[in-house]
T-cell receptor, first 108, second 119 residues
Framework: DAKTTQPPSMDCAEGRAANLPCNHS???????VYWYRQIHSQGPQYIIH???NNETNEMASLIITEDRKSSTLILPHATLRDTAVYYC?????????FGTGTRLTVIP | GAGVSQTPSNKVTEKGKYVELRCDPI?????LYWYRQSLGQGPEFLIY????????DSGLPNDRFFAVRPEGSVSTLKIQRTERGDSAVYLC?????????????????FGPGTRLTVL
């Protein structure tokens, strides 16, 4: 299974940018990097995905290194509602391998 | 528009019983996926359907688990002779399509899950 490496937990002050790193050194050339998050007791929520270019949408920005071995998810102005577990996934097959993710806690 | 829905939201059963969990995908999505999430872990893949057929069931833990999608829309995950170790949240997701063996796939959107507790 394709696997990514993420820190188990991070804190971020409310209103500041949250930068969540992910290593995906085994990623293949045509595999996308997907980010999901899971708020307590809810199903995973899609955030953003990218192949090699940086991406931005209404929720977040995704910065992918040129060698594609790592990426950073950026929440520009974290709110308390962004407290969740964030999963970085190499989407190589039709089944997503989630790993254990990063637990982000936004602090008032 | 309506997202993926799952029923029931909670199911409590006794060891040895049979249970069915239902998933209604987003309208028009041809691919449907089932995952299982144990406490403190990320979701783990069970099976996915492209249309009516199970294209990959490699994640099903054993032959007590079975899933169907007879009309290519609603899917039912069936668990026979439930065991306490089957207790978990069962998640369903759908996507517009799934690539047939190629790498790229479409974004999966998840339902809220069914929490199964086997006593």
């Amino acid at each position: 299974d394709a696997k990514t490496t993420q820190p188990p937990s991070m804190d971020c002050a409310e209103g500041r940018a949250a930068n969540l790193p992910c290593n995906h050194s085994t990623i293949s050339g045509n595999e996308y990097v997907y980010w999901y998050r899971q708020i307590h007791s809810q199903g995973p929520q899609y955030i953003i995905h990218g192949l090699k270019n940086n991406e931005t949408n209404e929720m977040a920005s995704l910065i992918i290194t040129e060698d594609r071995k790592s990426s950073t998810l950026i929440l520009p102005h974290a709110t308390l509602r962004d407290t969740a577990v964030y999963y970085c996934i190499e989407a190589g097959a039709n089944n997503l391998f989630f790993g254990t993710g990063t637990r982000l806690t936004v602090i008032p | 528009g309506a997202g993926v829905s799952q029923t029931p939201s909670n199911k409590v059963t006794e060891k040895g019983k049979y249970v069915e969990l239902r998933c209604d995908p987003i309208s028009g999505h041809t691919a449907l996926y089932w995952y299982r999430q144990s406490l403190g872990q990320g979701p783990e893949f069970l099976i996915y359907f492209q249309g009516t057929g199970a294209a990959d069931d490699s994640g099903l833990p054993n032959d007590r688990f079975f899933a169907v999608r007879p009309e290519g829309s609603v899917s039912t995950l069936k668990i026979q002779r439930t065991e306490r170790g089957d207790s978990a949240v069962y998640l369903c997701a759908s996507s517009r399509y799934a690539s047939g063996g190629a790498v790229v796939t479409d974004t999966q959107y998840f339902g809220p899950g069914t929490r199964l507790t086997v006593l």
